[in-house]
């Protein structure tokens, strides 16, 4: 039986092109790498892209949870603000009122009907790590049935400053784990992932492109190396590594693989040669890339440089793949995806496993399905939650009023 | 998704006992914002939090302010660990050796209700979520894009929450983010199915809501320390102290300790933040 968070529906914006189908061409056989600008609007239609294939209706769609990684939300446009002060110009009004957090969710929400709790992590370059951590931390302690993770990663001169700075910029273009890489290649970009309790995407008929098995992170000293002592546990045939191409960035990532898997080691791909790094949206788009692997039985022609030792002979079609992230504050987190071969019955018991995630920056803590969560108020505060009708549970049991959707079909994306 | 409420502490101005009211760094500190999550954290660190939450509209946005003039102005920028929005929250966590969770989430003025609603994921463990917002010359400059949605944004503040189960709590309630088109009518019927005696919200929100009882008293969550996209925090931490007979119902300008308080937050673009607490023993629905 496979675990009990399946994605049921991807969505991806990257400079090979504006859909999904442009990334999965370049994923399959070497190509050129492309040029596509990702803008606010087409993060929106990837937005949309992950929510059809997943085939949410308004009525799911309305009080759906939305986690999205950014590095810095909104500062496309206070830029602009800024920079008409820097040039003693009149304030770009427009521009501020589109600065934060708010204007890039708003659009994501407005295009998609994504109506719940929405909001932006931020995470210093793993932002989209991290609200895969979350949505999967919101799923396993909710009776929420799901969520929609991902990352934003929009064009900004100072995010691009700040990652050149700190991890270098490499004019010959990104080469993971080249012996002679020189950084990385800075790119726009968006992913997304529909996270869905198995038992109730059986249910509705939907189809699983893969099951999230576990979210693991660690931070402070050798917080990879660390991280990569517990993941190896899950045995993926595929590692999507972190592969920045960044010089300090990668000679950590090859000294921990090498310690800890060994050398050669088998089953390394590495994204960034083709996508560029997405910063906060670098590991959702990863997230993506490892379950169209695992959906259609291909291994990512994504071959890092020969820093590492490769068992390419070996390379088998998939069946699981662990994804690695790192980011500017010493954190690292892995995301373990397995390929979903028999779909469970919609039963109850499909709820378990629920995935491990983290618990503690140092520890993995498993975490017990939302119906052995005892009520953290047994004995000082009468209980509020109102009769669940038969079979039906309600996804907002404290929380017991959802929102109606829209009589009009949601606005899509440009 | 609800939570026990077991310590509050505010920024400023707020009429809060002596005791858990902090004071903020000065408005030429260098990182500010980072100060200001210190200062709420050691607040509530004896009560023994394990994780930490924050929710900020804008994170530590004079330090981002002034990379971007170098940035756009050609010059170099040594330092950029300040500006990195999630930096302040894991340094702060860090000094005080938390081994939980720590999250930096964003929503605009929903932020605060944003990070309370995730922090209910950890329901057996005690957090602390923090809500908080500088005022910086960005800020300022931003003020005329927003006057026409008449806010004032010349000011900044913050609050935080100690939460998670045992005995004898201060309050109890819940947080929910909603996204518009549908966001207006769910509030309303919202608040008219769940009593509420004292109602903190932003300008402009109460005029809105014609279907509010007579008997529910509103409030200007900016009344105390201005109008900032974290001002849903400190009427928060104001509601908790109200509840739990901390501080006098007249600060509010009513005569009785009230039971059920739910604060309301907005954002420009009509997202909706909804915290609803009650006192101990008191029906949270």
Known sequence: MSGGLWITGVGAATRQGPTLADLERGLREPSEVGDHTVGAAGAAAALVEALEMAGLGPRLRVNAALFVGCTWAGLDESE??????????????????????????????????????????????????????????????????????????????????????????????????????????????????????????????????????????????????????????????????????????????????????????????????????????????????????????????????????????????????????????????????????????????????????????????????????????????????????????????????????????????? | MSFLVRGYAGLGSLPLPSGRRVSSPGPDAPERFQGMLRALLHALRPRGPEGLLVGSAWGPLSEVGKRAERVLRGRPVKDWTPALVAGPAYACAEEVGLQGPVHTVQRGATSFAAALALASAWPKLPLCVLGTDEVTPHVVWARAAYRGLSLNLDAEGGAGLLLGPGPKPLAHGFARVVSPPNARAWLREWLAAHPTELLFAPPGLPHGLTVLPQTVKTVLSTKWDGEHPASAAGATALAVALLSGQVQPAVAGIKNRPKRIAIVAITPRGALGVIRLVAPGVRLG
């Open chain 1, 80 to 414: 602009l603000a800024v920079e008409s002060h820097v040039n003693d110009q009149d304030p770009d009004d427009v521009a501020w009122s589109r600065h934060g957090s708010d204007h890039i969710l708003a659009r994501l929400t407005r295009s998609s009907g994504v109506g719940g709790l929405s909001l932006v992590v931020s995470a210093a370059g793993g932002g989209s790590a991290e609200a895969l951590e979350l949505g999967a931390r919101w799923l396993v302690s909710s009776a929420s049935p799901l969520a929609v993770v991902g990352g934003v990663q929009l064009e900004t001169r100072v995010g691009q400053q700040c990652f050149a700075d700190r991890v270098g910029v490499d004019p010959a273009g990104c080469r993971p784990h080249a012996p002679d890489r020189r950084g990385t290649t800075l790119a726009t970009g968006a992913g997304f992932l529909v996270l869905e309790r198995a038992a109730h995407a059986a249910q509705r008929g939907a189809t699983p492109l893969a099951s999230l098995e576990a979210i693991r992170m660690q931070s402070g000293g050798n917080a990879l190396a660390r991280l990569l002592q517990r993941a190896q546990a899950d045995a993926p045939d595929l590692w999507l590594l972190h592969g920045s191409g960044g010089v300090a960035e990668d000679a950590e990532e090859a000294g921990a693989l090498k310690t800890v898997l060994g050398e050669p080691a088998p089953g390394l791909a590495a994204s960034k040669a083709l996508v560029g790094h997405t910063q906060g949206a670098a590991a959702a788009l990863d997230a993506v890339i490892a379950a169209l692997a695992l959906r259609g039985g291909f291994f990512p022609c994504l071959e890092p440089g020969a820093g590492l030792s490769v068992v390419s002979a070996e390379r088998l079609v998939p069946r699981s793949a662990s994804v690695l992230c790192t980011n500017l504050l010493g954190r690292a987190w892995a995301l373990h995806l397995r390929r979903v071969d028999a779909e469970p019955e919609a039963s109850e018991s499909d709820l378990a496993p629920l995935p491990e995630v983290l618990g503690a920056p140092s520890d993995i803590v498993p975490i017990a399905p939302p119906e052995e969560l005892e009520e953290a108020d047994p004995d000082e505060i009468e209980s509020e939650e109102p009769d669940e009708p038969e079979g039906q549970p309600n996804p907002f049991a404290s929380d017991f009023m959802p929102v109606e959707p829209p009589e009009d079909p949601p606005e899509e994306a440009p």
